[in-house]
């Protein structure tokens, strides 16, 4: 899971001694098995970086039944890639330094690599790459497309009919509103789950413990869910994986609760933005709600910026309401001005808004325009941004 960036996070990882939680060393062979390959696969830790948490890992070219000891593995060689825009460079990357409960050390050799990554992952997937490789290696050059891999919407999802017992991954954005009890139903061999909303809201979420060969599940601005319906390690022992980002802070209590022990167990655990109630209803139609918490946007500043985006969307909705023609243009204009000019000295001297918030700026204008039926009025549309664009020092 990438990109979670948040200071109001509960870094339940980072509770834990400076040391892997499950104890790994430099020099072991880790062995797991991948669903791609069918068999199980290989690699090698090279290196530790304790102020990131992270481990390095080298592929190795073999894969095979599940091995007993590195004997098994007969003459290791590190995997080199040299498919898709890969140069014929090692596969060798840092992961978080928990190690995943259906990994095993099978036991420990000479490092076959002396020079630590440059690169950075999250997640373990061991095999993936040597899947690819080997599948380009026999001349194989299309695209590879997963059949047992589904991404879609959330009305995409909703449109679906028939259970699919083969689909092991699924991942669903934009979701509006999802009844986990028909996503079990009809996906019942799950081992990945990934569900992003819009403020969506996601029902009877209990429902996900009868997944019982999860491994791992990603759920970010979604809500309905309380404390009951958190998933329990009893019901998904093969749980692995597990992070939550802007659900309900009941929710996400429990969640803690109920996984913080297993972490030693080889359970990456994170949760950021737990949401009280009173905020879902203030940011239902906040598009700058991602900003709360963001790293480099203070609680100050954001509500600094809340506040000049509220006052603009007053002021839009009065310029529709009460003026038209050639004034509604000039009040527009001098409202893409003040906006501009406001967030210029929200800026300030140490400035925050970045290509990411500069975009999501000129989303929020654009939304605006939508709130009032302005879609219909181009000259107006243009009229707020290019009066923002033409005053805007970020």
Request: hydrophobic share 40%.
């Given at each position: 899971m990438v990109g979670l960036r948040c200071s109001s996070i509960w870094r339940v990882n980072r509770l834990t001694p400076d040391a892997p939680p499950r104890p790994i060393a430099v020099g072991d062979v880790v062995v797991a098995f991948n669903d791609l390959l069918g068999e199980w696969t290989a690699a090698q830790v090279t290196h530790f970086h304790e102020e990131w948490k992270s481990v390095a890992l080298l592929e190795l070219t073999w894969?095979?039944?599940?091995p007993a000891g590195i004997d098994d593995l007969g003459v290791v060689e590190a995997l080199k890639l040299s498919h898709q825009s890969w140069g014929g460079g090692l596969s060798h990357c840092f992961f978080e330094w928990i190690l995943p409960r259906s990994h095993k050390i099978i036991g420990t050799m000479p490092v076959l690599q002396a020079k630590p990554p440059s690169s950075y992952s999250a997640g373990w997937r061991i095999g993936d790459q040597l899947f690819y490789q080997r599948r380009w290696d026999s001349g194989n050059r299309d695209e590879?497309?997963?059949?047992?891999?589904l991404s879609c919407t959330g009305a995409e999802l909703n449109a679906l009919s028939g259970p699919r017992q083969d689909l092991r991954i699924l991942r669903v954005a934009g979701i509006d509103e999802l009844d986990c009890k028909q996503l079990v139903?009809?996906?019942?061999?799950?081992?990945?789950?990934?569900?992003?909303?819009?403020?969506?809201?996601?029902?009877?979420a209990g429902s996900l413990n009868r997944l019982t060969r999860l491994k791992s599940l990603i759920i970010s601005d979604l809500f309905g869910m309380d404390g009951p319906d958190c998933l329990l390690p009893k019901h998904v022992p093969a749980l692995e994986n597990l992070w939550l980002s802007s659900v309900p802070?009941?929710?996400?209590?429990?969640?803690r609760t109920a996984w913080r022990g297993e972490?030693?167990?080889?359970?990456s655990l994170e949760?950021?933005?737990?949401?009280?109630?009173?905020?879902?209803a203030e940011n239902?139609?906040?598009?700058?709600?991602?900003?709360?918490?963001?790293?480099?946007?203070?609680?100050?500043?954001?509500?600094?910026?809340?506040?000049?985006?509220?006052?603009?969307?007053r002021a839009v909705q009065d310029a529709f309401a009460n003026a038209s023609g050639d004034a509604r243009l000039a009040r527009l204009t001098e409202i893409g001005r003040g906006f501009s000019e406001g967030f210029n000295k929200l800026d300030g001297r140490d400035p925050f808004i970045e290509t990411v918030e500069r975009d999501e700026l000129f989303a929020a204008l654009n939304h605006l325009i939508t709130e009032v039926g302005g879609m219909?009025?181009?000259?107006?549309?243009?009229?707020?941004?290019?009066?923002?664009?033409?005053?805007?020092d970020w």
């Amino acid at each position: 899971m990438v990109g979670l960036r948040c200071s109001s996070i509960w870094r339940v990882n980072r509770l834990t001694p400076d040391a892997p939680p499950r104890p790994i060393a430099v020099g072991d062979v880790v062995v797991a098995f991948n669903d791609l390959l069918g068999e199980w696969t290989a690699a090698q830790v090279t290196h530790f970086h304790e102020e990131w948490k992270s481990v390095a890992l080298l592929e190795l070219t073999w894969s095979g039944p599940e091995p007993a000891g590195i004997d098994d593995l007969g003459v290791v060689e590190a995997l080199k890639l040299s498919h898709q825009s890969w140069g014929g460079g090692l596969s060798h990357c840092f992961f978080e330094w928990i190690l995943p409960r259906s990994h095993k050390i099978i036991g420990t050799m000479p490092v076959l690599q002396a020079k630590p990554p440059s690169s950075y992952s999250a997640g373990w997937r061991i095999g993936d790459q040597l899947f690819y490789q080997r599948r380009w290696d026999s001349g194989n050059r299309d695209e590879f497309i997963d059949p047992a891999e589904l991404s879609c919407t959330g009305a995409e999802l909703n449109a679906l009919s028939g259970p699919r017992q083969d689909l092991r991954i699924l991942r669903v954005a934009g979701i509006d509103e999802l009844d986990c009890k028909q996503l079990v139903e009809s996906y019942p061999d799950l081992t990945e789950l990934i569900l992003t909303g819009n403020l969506g809201i996601l029902a009877n979420a209990g429902s996900l413990n009868r997944l019982t060969r999860l491994k791992s599940l990603i759920i970010s601005d979604l809500f309905g869910m309380d404390g009951p319906d958190c998933l329990l390690p009893k019901h998904v022992p093969a749980l692995e994986n597990l992070w939550l980002s802007s659900v309900p802070r009941d929710y996400a209590s429990a969640t803690r609760t109920a996984w913080r022990g297993e972490i030693v167990h080889g359970v990456s655990l994170e949760i950021q933005a737990p949401r009280k109630p009173e905020w879902v209803a203030e940011n239902l139609n906040n598009p700058l709600r991602d900003w709360d918490g963001r790293e480099r946007i203070s609680a100050l500043r954001y509500k600094k910026a809340l506040a000049l985006y509220r006052t603009t969307r007053r002021a839009v909705q009065d310029a529709f309401a009460n003026a038209s023609g050639d004034a509604r243009l000039a009040r527009l204009t001098e409202i893409g001005r003040g906006f501009s000019e406001g967030f210029n000295k929200l800026d300030g001297r140490d400035p925050f808004i970045e290509t990411v918030e500069r975009d999501e700026l000129f989303a929020a204008l654009n939304h605006l325009i939508t709130e009032v039926g302005g879609m219909d009025d181009p000259a107006a549309r243009d009229a707020l941004l290019a009066s923002a664009e033409a005053n805007r020092d970020w």
